[in-house]
């Protein structure tokens, strides 16, 4: 059974810093591509960082140089290391498992996803 856990989200003030986990079992975590993508009521799913087999990362443009997604293959453990946040990082976050991207990370494209995690950041 395929299972992806999520954990490492929370409230934090603008400025801060939180480190998602999701932590796969269940099938072999090295054959696909993972990635973060985030979910506010009312509006689309959308990606927010990729990294696939050959350690190739993705970002959205929001996020760059502020978000860092990182694998640990020995723990088939996903990161999503968040710095210097805002109030529009607000979100709840999901991990995902799946074939990749062509241009960006996109929903229908990932076959496993976990529960996910909120993320509040106040002002």
């Known amino acids: 059974q395929v299972q992806l856990v999520e954990s490492g989200g929370g409230s934090v003030q603008a400025g801060g810093s939180l480190r998602l986990s999701c932590t796969a079992s269940g099938y072999t975590y090295s054959d696909y591509s993972m990635a973060w993508f985030r979910q506010v009521p009312g509006k689309e799913r959308e990606g927010v960082a990729g990294?696939?087999?050959?350690?190739?990362?993705w970002y959205a443009d929001s996020v760059k140089g502020r978000f860092t997604i990182s694998q640990d293959y020995a723990k088939n453990t996903l990161y999503l290391q968040m710095n210097s946040l805002k109030p529009d990082d607000t979100a709840m976050y999901y991990c995902a498992a799946g074939r990749g991207w062509y241009v960006e990370p996109i929903p229908v494209d990932f076959d496993y996803w976990g529960q996910g995690t909120q993320v509040t950041v106040s002002s």
């Open positions: 990294i696939d087999n050959d350690g190739i990362t």
